[in-house]
């Protein structure tokens, strides 16, 4: 999504507005299929989370704290955060505006949904006509004493395979294919009693754990893993138990899943209870399926953020939600809008309209691309323009910046060429000792700063010198490569060597197994928002450059590839110094090469030299 964004040149405001949530116009894919808009709003689902903890509350706290502090930071360029248990120290961000963004957040939720577009739907729906089975009406469960029925209107659906409830049942083939998919997610609730009985049927499935979202009927609680049960391979129904410990007296969601074309489920009936034992069981087989041979269009399905209950939240006193204090309604940082507080829905929508009518976002994104074609930003702390963030080096061009990227209808492209056409911008990066002795970090941009590679550059880099690097864009994150160096809890399966070639963008993010050539180069880790990275110039980059199996592979394969190229060693020295540093050799490299090849190094370790060298590295 962020790739196509960009690509596409989407009106930053209305990256901003999607990202949020907002209930806008959905905006679909270029080829119909889907709506684009909504994968934007699984943002706020890429936080951290705790597993395995008894306070429950607390992981929810964290993981609110950590929205609004990524929120803040991106959007506004504000440690908003700082406000979690006192007023904001240093900026006009009191604690009630910090709840008051919490509520907004608090009355959200983040998880899997069908994201096709209006098209699809009706096409699924023509295929359905005439081929779906009747379903007999679904008997009511006797209850016991202190049995309670699950309320089945609270459910958000989407997908087809659970549009509609037939006579009584929830069925996802519907009576007629179990290419049908589709997911239920309830609103949250907090359960009081210790079994969940789930009378269900249909295909059998086993991980529940290890895919909750698949082909199940599952209860997720922040901090625990979820719990959840499956059909036993038949159209028999039966009553299958959840049993809950920690999520007792906890806000919970249940969620029914399909997403696998070639199962099915359904569920008769969800009943809470303090009793191990389920209902009375009444046998009961439904009809087959229809088994047309019909083919569906797939649905794609996405993360998204939609509306949940929402509510006010309450002052924690001190940031410990033990202690709570009054209640705040729902709305914006006062500071930046006088209205400030939202009724009725969550407010996700009036926080959109807040974010884009506020002037920081326009100069907070400036800013940033800024700091990615100078080094350093217009505000050297890109993340905090509050009063503990450092002054503009030059406030009136932030202002005229901000002002042109807004009139040019929020293009992110037309900013750029504003910035690269400038006459700052084609600055040499020399320096002239006068300017260096009046202005030693450059702050009035006397000449273009040298920049080092950032990490994935510096991977992405090697791979397109060494003709490796694959160009082609989308498609699912590559699995990572794990060194036999790199164990711990959770190791993941490793993926290739080269990450099949793909950009360092498409390389999954594994907190624990960070790719170490990326790592030497200051990747940040990746828990929260980093506008500013760390640049350092350690003996570890130079060992890494010499050492890395990654590195030697890829020189190894540049070698082979101009060996077989051309046919002399002075036009293979040649295409290789035209590759990694876009000009031919002088004179003196020609014969410092000419003599390390000729007293027995390899063509590979040359390769290897020139991948080393400062040159490559920095950019001038």
């Not at 790199?486 to 498409?506: M, N």
Request: hydrophobic fraction near 40%; glycine fraction near 8%.
């Amino acid at each position: 999504y962020v790739i196509r964004a960009f690509n596409e040149d989407l009106p930053y405001d209305t990256f901003v507005r999607e990202h949020v949530g907002a209930n806008a116009a959905p905006r679909l894919s270029r080829d119909g299929l889907y709506v684009e808009s909504a994968i934007a709003s699984g943002f706020y689902g890429l936080g951290e989370e705790r597993n395995g903890a008894t306070d429950l509350e607390e992981v929810r706290t964290e993981m609110r704290d950590s929205k609004i502090d990524v929120f803040g930071k991106t959007f506004l360029g504000l440690t908003v955060a700082c406000a979690r248990c006192h007023d904001h120290k240093f900026d006009p961000i009191p604690t009630t505006d910090y709840y008051a963004l919490g509520g907004v957040f608090d009355s959200t939720r983040t998880s899997l949904a069908s994201i096709a577009s209006a098209p699809v739907a009706k096409a699924i729906e023509d295929s359905l006509r005439g081929i779906e089975r009747p379903m007999p009406a679904a008997p009511a469960t006797p209850l016991r004493k202190g049995d309670e029925r699950f309320d089945m209107s609270l459910f958000y659906r989407t997908g087809a395979a659970f549009a509609e409830t037939r006579n009584g049942w929830l069925d996802s083939s519907r009576g007629a294919s179990n290419a049908l998919t589709g997911i239920m997610v309830s609103r949250s609730f907090v359960p009081t009693k210790k079994y969940i009985h789930v009378r269900v049927a249909g295909t059998k499935f086993g991980p529940v754990r290890e895919e909750p979202s698949l082909l199940a009927v599952t209860i997720f609680a922040p901090g625990r893993y979820p719990k959840g049960v499956a059909g036993s391979g038949d159209r028999k129904l039966r009553w299958r138990t959840i049993t809950l410990h920690e999520e007792i007296n906890q806000v919970c969601h249940l969620e029914i899943a399909d997403r696998q074309r070639d199962g099915h489920i359904v569920v008769g009936d969800i009943v809470f209870s303090d009793d191990k034992t389920p209902p009375p069981d009444v046998a009961e087989s439904l009809p087959e399926l229809a088994g047309t041979g019909v083919t569906f269009p797939e649905e794609i399905f996405g993360r998204v953020t939609y509306e949940d209950v929402p509510h006010n939240m309450r002052v924690h006193e001190r940031g410990n939600h033990l202690n709570q204090g009054d209640e705040v309604p729902r709305g914006f940082l006062r500071v930046l809008n006088a209205k400030g507080r939202f009724d009725g829905d969550s407010g996700l929508d009036g926080l959109a309209a807040s974010l884009t009518e506020s002037p920081l976002v326009a100069r907070v994104m400036v800013n940033r691309l800024w700091k990615q074609h100078f080094g350093e930003g217009i505000v050297r702390s890109v993340d905090n323009f509050g009063q503990m963030g450092e002054r503009p080096t030059h406030p009136e061009l932030l202002d005229y910046l901000a002002r042109k990227f807004v009139s040019n209808g929020w293009s992110v492209k037309a900013m750029h060429r504003e910035m690269v056409m400038s006459e700052a911008y084609q600055r040499d990066s020399a320096a002239l000792p006068e300017a260096v002795a009046k202005d030693p970090q450059n702050r009035l941009l006397t000449h273009m700063p040298v920049r080092r590679l950032e990490a994935e550059a510096v991977r992405d880099s090697i791979l397109a010198v060494t003709g490796s690097l694959d160009r082609k864009t989308h498609g699912p994150s590559v699995k990572v490569h794990i060194s036999e160096f790199q164990d711990g809890r959770g190791k993941p399966v490793s993926g290739k060597l080269d990450g099949e070639g793909r950009r360092s963008v498409y390389l999954e993010v594994r907190r624990n197994f960070i790719t170490p050539l990326l790592l030497a180069f200051d990747y940040p880790l990746p828990t929260s928002t980093a506008g500013r990275r760390l640049v350092s110039t350690v003996p570890a980059q130079a060992l890494t450059m010499m050492n890395n199996e990654f590195v030697a592979d890829q020189a190894a394969k540049w070698a082979e590839r101009v060996s077989k190229s051309f046919d002399t060693p002075r036009a293979r020295m040649d295409a290789m110094f035209n590759e990694v540093f876009a000009r031919p050799p002088t004179a003196q490299e020609r014969d410092r090469a000419a003599t390390f090849l000729a007293n027995g190094g390899t063509l590979a370790e040359f390769a290897h030299v020139l991948l080393n060298t400062k040159e490559f590295l920095f950019v001038r």
